[in-house]
Every structure is written in structure tokens, then in C-alpha cells.
Nanobody
Framework: VQFVESGGGLVQPGGSLRLSCTAP????????IGWFRQAPGKEREMVAI???????YYADSVKGRFTVSRDNAENTIYLQMNNLKPEDTAIYLC????????????????????WGQGTQVTLSS
């Protein structure tokens, strides 16, 4: 199983993008699904978690700007990103937490599996 991210691109500061995460052959129901990002020279960081109970958990850096949602019927997780900033430039990846259906705090990366290849988000100057 490998997740597939899409929707990245080049956008100006203040702009918006919507990322999608799908998983052919994998049912999202029952899992917390996370969005993460990794910028050049920086460690991977959690961005947002879509929980199985439809609650969400966000990194402080994106609260109020990003919204994560899921469509279990379409087996897709979305990340709506508004008011984008230059520091949001990164590769965005999604993965499933295979140990929890609900995540409300930062948990170790080893709990996440089925990482995708990511989609690039670049803020232009």
C-alpha cells in the first residue's frame, strides 16, 4: 500500500491550495490519517491529523489557516491551505497512523505507515 498525494503547486503568498491524499486498495475508515511536510534541510513535521471520529488536530503553525477533512466514501483526505506563507514551502506527505484511530497530540513518526511520495508546495516571492 502506498498513499498518493496530489494538488501541490506554485502559489503566491496569501494564496490557497487544496491537497488530496488517496490510497488505492486501502480503506481510511478506522484510521487517523496525517498530513506532514518536509522542507529542504529541515526535519519532517506534522501538519494536521484527520481522525476517524472526524475531529482534527493541527500544528500551531497552521492553526486557523489549514483545514483537514476526510471523505470516507471517496477514500480521500483533503488539506485545504489558505493564507499560505513562504515558510509553508515543503513537500507534503500523508500517512496512516496504524496504532490509533484518534490522535490529539504529537506522537512518534514510527506510528505512521504507508507514506506517499509527496506533493511539492512552493511559495513564490
Amino acid at each position: 500500500v502506498q498513499f498518493v498525494e496530489s494538488g501541490g503547486g506554485l502559489v503566491q503568498p496569501g494564496g490557497s491550495l487544496r491537497l488530496s491524499c488517496t490510497a488505492p486498495g486501502f480503506n481510511f475508515y478506522g484510521y487517523a490519517i496525517g498530513w506532514f511536510r518536509q522542507a529542504p534541510g529541515k526535519e519532517r513535521e506534522m501538519v494536521a491529523i484527520s481522525n476517524n471520529d472526524h475531529s482534527a488536530y493541527y500544528a500551531d503553525s497552521v492553526k486557523g489557516r489549514f483545514t483537514v477533512s476526510r471523505d470516507n466514501a471517496e477514500n480521500t483526505i483533503y488539506l485545504q491551505m489558505n493564507n499560505l506563507k513562504p515558510e509553508d514551502t515543503a513537500i507534503y506527505l500523508c500517512a496512516a497512523n496504524t496504532m490509533r484511530s484518534v490522535v490529539k497530540t504529537t506522537v512518534p513518526f514510527h506510528e505512521y505507515n504507508y507514506w506517499g511520495q509527496g506533493t511539492q508546495v512552493t511559495l513564490s516571492s
